[in-house]
């Protein structure tokens, strides 16, 4: 058997030898969503069939593993490892509508095992095989998947795996984890930091260039002090790379798009092989140490999209942006920085005076540096459109405040909108409004955290009427 590029890395490392371990694979269904693997008493796995997820939950039998405990609702701030959504993803032109799909479990020999298959009305198949081990080689629980996909037509990169490491997210102070995603490009280890402005740009997106994966090489997060997840690629037959989210910062690994080599039958036929599982801390440490820097180049037009703005520089590198930490005041007198990381979140203002929404860099209250707003009759809600999401503690009162001015028949306000799992799926908690032709006023909004039935917030701000609107010296923050 070939040895992979990660077993070369740990080889040329010092290890501890594993000790021997036999798995006691159990499948238990806890109901209709949830399915628990176990080995021996350890809760190891859990499968969501809704969500059609699989998450591995610990390194491996040494490793620390959380106990058996479903939770409200499941998605990251509840997550407990690394999960991977495992079927392909395919929806509009990809392929037809999807009229059956069908989860199964059980235990085979030395493995459990999840089956998917998924049928589309235009004949698009689909099948994907997990089976759960134990690797004596990384003293590690590694899922060997399986993805196959005869499908119609393919007229574009399709999603084989997405892979989200649990707290790569998480913005409360102190709790930051995975600070580096790294990956073995046919170049070389490549690596990517935290900042809003690299996950928008054309280097985070490029699947077939700067974001390839080479075959055989592996996309994985860290260091961390529990879990450094990687997805090795054992083999693609059209190729792959990844896609970093704005937001949560999952990697969507992509087949590329196939050649005339897969269409000999009339159908396309892609393949996909890889393995999930965790590298010792030591190995992550010594990839992220070695891997360049992603060249992050221009930022994308189309992530200016919270609302789309028309009006833009023709040329998109080194864009100024505004930012904002995720908890403190912002200081936007100073855009977001290229050259180095910014954990925190993004403002997609237009540089280009002409937008409705504008990073106005002249005007600000004690130091220049706002986000104006133009507005004719009608109303803009203004979010941050890359970074992560704000989580919150339940219980703790937070507060959102800014500063506003208007011009005109135009008034401005601060909005707290919790949220469970997107925007305006929980309460909405709003600043009183500043306006018409008011000069620079502050205005803040509390409101009590409520836990895990609305963990995150947002802070979003919103103009109506007719005329100019600025904020500046947003600030987010818990109030001891």
């Not at 030898?17 to 859990?46: C, L, Q, S, Y």
């Not at 005041?329 to 929404?357: E, F, H, M, Q």
């Not at 929980?426 to 409101?447: I, L, M, Q």
Request: glycine share 10%.
């Amino acid at each position: 058997m070939t040895t992979t590029l990660l077993e070369k890395l740990r080889d040329g490392m010092e290890r501890k030898t594993t000790p021997p371990h036999h798995p006691r694979w159990r499948v238990e269904k806890a109901n209709e969503e949830f399915t628990w693997i176990f080995d021996g008493d350890r809760a190891v796995a859990m499968i969501s069939a809704d969500q059609e997820t699989f998450e591995l939950r610990c390194h491996g039998p040494e490793g620390k593993c959380p106990p058996a405990v479903l939770p409200q609702h499941y998605h990251i701030p509840t997550q407990a490892g690394v999960r991977i959504i495992f079927p392909w993803r395919l929806r509009g032109k990809d392929c037809g509508t999807r009229i059956a799909s069908e989860i199964t479990t059980g235990v085979e020999a030395d493995a459990a095992v999840l089956r998917s298959t998924q049928e589309f009305n235009d004949g698009t198949r689909s099948r994907t095989e997990i089976r759960l081990r134990f690797d004596a080689g990384w003293g590690a629980y590694v899922a060997e998947v399986d993805a196959v996909l005869d499908a119609r037509r393919v007229i574009t990169e399709l999603e084989f795996c997405n892979v989200l490491p649990a707290g790569i997210g998480d913005s409360r102070p102190g709790r930051e984890r995975h600070p580096f995603t790294f990956w073995a490009h046919p170049d070389g280890l490549r690596k990517m930091g935290k900042n809003p402005l690299w996950f928008c740009s054309v280097g985070a997106q490029d699947t077939a260039g700067v974001k390839r994966i080479a075959e055989g090489g592996f996309v994985g997060f860290g260091p961390d002090a529990l879990q450094n997840p990687v997805v090795e690629i054992v083999h693609s037959n059209t190729g792959c790379g990844a896609t970093t989210c704005d937001n949560l910062q999952d990697e969507h690994l992509m087949a590329l798009l196939p050649s005339g080599l897969q269409t000999t039958s009339g159908w396309f036929h892609l393949e996909a092989r890889y393995r999930l599982f965790s590298i010792p801390p030591a190995l992550a440490e010594a990839i992220a140490a070695r891997a360049e820097e992603m060249t992050p180049g221009a930022m994308l037009a189309w992530k200016f999209q919270y609302p789309p703005l028309p009006e833009l520089p023709a040329d998109l590198n080194g864009v100024q942006l505004p930012g904002s930490p995720f908890y403190g005041k912002s200081d936007w007198s100073t855009p977001v920085p290229w050259d180095r990381p910014y954990n925190g979140r993004l403002w997609t203002a237009s540089p280009d005076p002409r937008a409705a929404i504008h990073y106005d860099r002249a005007v600000g209250r004690t130091t220049p540096g706002s986000i104006r707003f133009r507005v004719h009759g009608n109303t803009l809600a203004f979010a941050p459109g890359s970074g992560h999401t704000l989580h919150t503690d339940p219980g703790v009162v937070y507060r959102g405040s800014v500063w506003i001015k208007t011009r005109g028949d135009a008034t401005g306000w601060l909005e707290l909108p919790e949220v469970l799992h997107r925007m305006g799926d929980r309460p909405v908690h709003g600043s009183a409004k500043v306006g018409p032709n008011s000069d620079w006023h502050r205005v803040e909004v509390t409101y009590t955290a409520r836990g895990d039935d609305a963990p995150f917030v947002d802070t979003v701000l919103r103009a109506e009427g007719s005329g100019e609107v600025w904020f500046t010296e947003l600030a987010f923050d818990a109030i001891d």
